[in-house]
Structures are given as C-alpha cells and as structure tokens.
C-alpha cells in the first residue's frame, strides 16, 4: 500500500467520522439530523434523504416534504421510533419537527456521545495503520525492504496516523463547542 493510498483511506476514516458528527443535535435544525434515519419502504430499509425533501425553514423547525405522499405515515412513524427524540407533526402533506432548546444534562449527553464517535474513528485509523505495519514487516521479511526501509515507513506510516488522529480531535473540539454553545 502506497503512502497516497494510506492516507487516502485514513481520510476517508476522517470523513465519515465527521458525517457522523454532523447527525448529533446541536440548538439549531439542521437537516443532517435525519441522516441516520431509514424507513421501511416496500420491504427495504429506505434513507430518509431518498424520500422526501428536507428543509429547515427556521432555526427550531425541519421540514420534510415526501415526493410520494404515500410514504407520509412511514416517515412520521420512523422519526417517532427513533432515538432523537422528536415529535413529528403531520399535516397531511409535510411533516415538521419543531426542535426544542437543548438541556444542560442533554448537551453533556451530546458531548459524550461526540466523544464516543470520534473513539471510534480513531479506532479506524489505527486499524488501516496496523495493517499498512503488517504489510510493511511482511515485505520486510520476504526480502523487499531492508530494515532501514522498514522502520522508515513504519515511522512515516505513524506520523501519517498522529495528523489524522489531530484532525479528529480538531473536529471534536469544534463539534462539542458547537455542541455547548447556547
């Protein structure tokens, strides 16, 4: 595995831990709050996003208009039973959330679960980086690389993990900001 490979899937292991910040419930509406919400559509579980229009016409209130009206009370019934904690409001055509104010006690809840993602991203990252280790001792083994040239992409193979990993932190500390912000 390359260097430009290595750090390629360790981004990507930045991303996705950064989407999944992106679906814990700060003050404000967001859409990206709905992202981890599927529905049961025709026997397959369906994301949200590919049913219906989200909006957020105010800083309290999403908006979800679905493109098939059919699916109006599969959505309402999919937000209720998830763990967000909202309650949708169905007028027949659009479902709103109006989202409350957050708690202190919910906010820290907020920040652990925050804390909790980005462990698990970190956790991905040191996984691409034991393996890219394994791979390099392999080779080193079989006859491809010296020593020299092993213990140089070992080192080079951890700084790349360090930087990523500091990026995750930034995004932590950003999030529970944003998180703790009234």
């Keep these: 595995m390359s260097n430009k490979e290595l750090e390629a899937n360790m981004l990507k292991s930045v991303e996705a831990t950064q989407r999944t910040f992106n679906t814990i419930r700060t003050g404000r509406a967001n859409p990206s709050l709905l992202d981890r919400i599927?529905?049961?559509y025709y026997g397959?579980?369906?994301?949200l996003?590919?049913?219906?229009?989200?909006?957020?016409?105010?800083?309290?209130?999403i908006s979800i208009q679905p493109f098939d009206s059919g699916t109006l009370t599969l959505?309402?019934?999919?937000?209720?039973?998830?763990?967000?904690?909202?309650?949708?409001?169905?007028?027949?055509?659009?479902i709103r959330i109006n989202v409350p104010p957050l708690t202190?006690?919910?906010?820290?809840?907020?920040?652990?679960?925050?804390?909790?993602?980005a462990e698990e991203g970190k956790i991905a990252l040191r996984n691409i980086r034991r393996d890219?280790?394994?791979?390099?001792?392999?080779?080193?083994?079989?006859?491809?690389?010296?020593?020299?040239?092993?213990?140089d992409q070992q080192e080079t193979i951890?700084?790349?993990?360090n930087k990523f990993i500091a990026e995750i932190e930034k995004h932590l500390a950003e999030k529970e900001t944003e998180i703790l912000k009234v």
């Design 158 to 161: 951890q700084k790349l993990t």
């Design 75 to 94: 959505i309402e019934k999919a937000i209720a039973t998830s763990d967000l904690g909202f309650t949708p409001n169905n007028d027949g055509k659009i």
């Design 104 to 117: 202190e006690e919910r906010r820290k809840d907020f920040c652990k679960l925050a804390s909790r993602y």
């Design 49 to 61: 996003k590919s049913l219906a229009t989200i909006s957020t016409p105010d800083s309290q209130t």
């Design 132 to 151: 890219a280790i394994e791979k390099v001792k392999r080779m080193e083994k079989d006859g491809e690389l010296s020593e020299d040239q092993s213990r």
């Design 44 to 47: 397959a579980e369906t994301p």
């Design 38 to 40: 599927t529905v049961e």
